[in-house]
């Protein structure tokens, strides 16, 4: 049997949107597991703290600016990284938007902010790295995307939209880029407590509304996310491509 390997020892991973939540301790696991990180940030100072405490642990960190929206930071932040550590073997793709509002009220700026972020910044962000992954004959890719992709909830339109539009994207970025040795998938979390959630798990009536739809009964952990995006960014996860991994309590199941 080939070796089975979880370890990203001597690898290169960028995290996207690493200053809070999910992305910041994204990079803690993906440290954890043996790569170099790069948090990607807007305000590299947003890193600091996160580089110490993954050095404290003994892993291996820096910090890139980057904003999913601007192509020309995208361009920067992967030559800078590029060049310094001469490619990128995973890129995390978690940087996302996620406010919610009814249908009617939605306006176009509200579209539009949504959408550059978590689906062209995401697709811009995976064209720019993978054209490295592509040349070298080796990459993972691995994107946040949403049980909000996956099923309808109400007040969700543009952020639903554009998490479906992530599934797809996935797609058809495995299809092209299989031959090439890189892999593209997405991890599909249901609520998990974060900067960006914590005003609305904060309001009991719709944490326990939540909690009522999740069969296991808990909102998902950073550490449920981690195990899963870990997962797929490994030297094992190869013939997997294409898919979607809900990390959802069951939420989809129903
Ligand atoms: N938490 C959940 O319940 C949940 C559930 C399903 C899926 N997700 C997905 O998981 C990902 C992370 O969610 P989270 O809850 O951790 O979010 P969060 O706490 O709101 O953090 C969002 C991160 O994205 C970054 N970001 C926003 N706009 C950016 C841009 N233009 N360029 C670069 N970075 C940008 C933010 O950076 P700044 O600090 O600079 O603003 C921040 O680091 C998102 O894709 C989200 O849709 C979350």
């Known amino acids: 049997m080939d070796t089975v390997s979880f370890s990203l020892e001597g690898q290169v991973a960028l995290v996207t949107g690493a200053s809070r939540g999910i992305?910041?301790?994204?990079?803690?696991?993906?440290a954890g597991a043996g790569a170099h990180t790069i948090a990607g940030v807007r305000r590299t100072d947003d890193a600091a703290r996160l580089l110490a405490q993954v050095r404290a642990a003994g892993g291996s960190a820096s910090a890139v600016a980057l904003d999913v929206t601007d192509h020309a930071s995208i361009e920067a932040a992967v030559a800078a990284v590029e060049a310094d550590h001469g490619r990128i073997d995973v890129l995390v793709n978690n940087a996302g938007l996620g406010f919610n509002h009814d249908a009617l009220d939605v306006t176009e700026a509200d579209w539009d902010q949504i959408m550059d972020v978590n689906l062209k910044g995401l697709f811009f962000v995976t064209q720019a790295v993978a054209r490295g992954m592509v040349a070298r004959g080796y990459g993972r890719v691995v994107n946040l995307g949403s049980q909000a992709g996956e099923v309808?909830?109400?007040?969700?339109?543009?952020?639903?939209?554009?998490?479906g539009g992530v599934d797809l994207?996935?797609?058809?970025?495995?299809?092209?880029?299989?031959?090439?040795?890189?892999?593209?998938?997405?991890v599909a979390p249901t609520y998990a407590y974060t900067p960006g959630t914590a005003d609305r798990l904060d309001d009991p009536a719709v944490a326990a509304d939540i909690l009522a739809r999740i069969p296991t009964g808990r909102f998902a952990s950073t550490a449920d996310v981690a195990a899963a995006v870990l997962y797929l960014a490994s030297p094992s996860s190869g013939m997997v491509t294409g898919t979607v991994l809900p990390v959802d309590g069951g939420w989809t199941a129903q």
């Open 23 to 30: 992305g910041h301790d994204l990079v803690l696991a993906l």
């Open 152 to 163: 309808g909830i109400r007040r969700h339109a543009v952020y639903s939209a554009s998490k």
């Open 169 to 186: 994207l996935t797609k058809v970025l495995a299809l092209e880029w299989a031959p090439h040795g890189v892999t593209v998938n997405t």
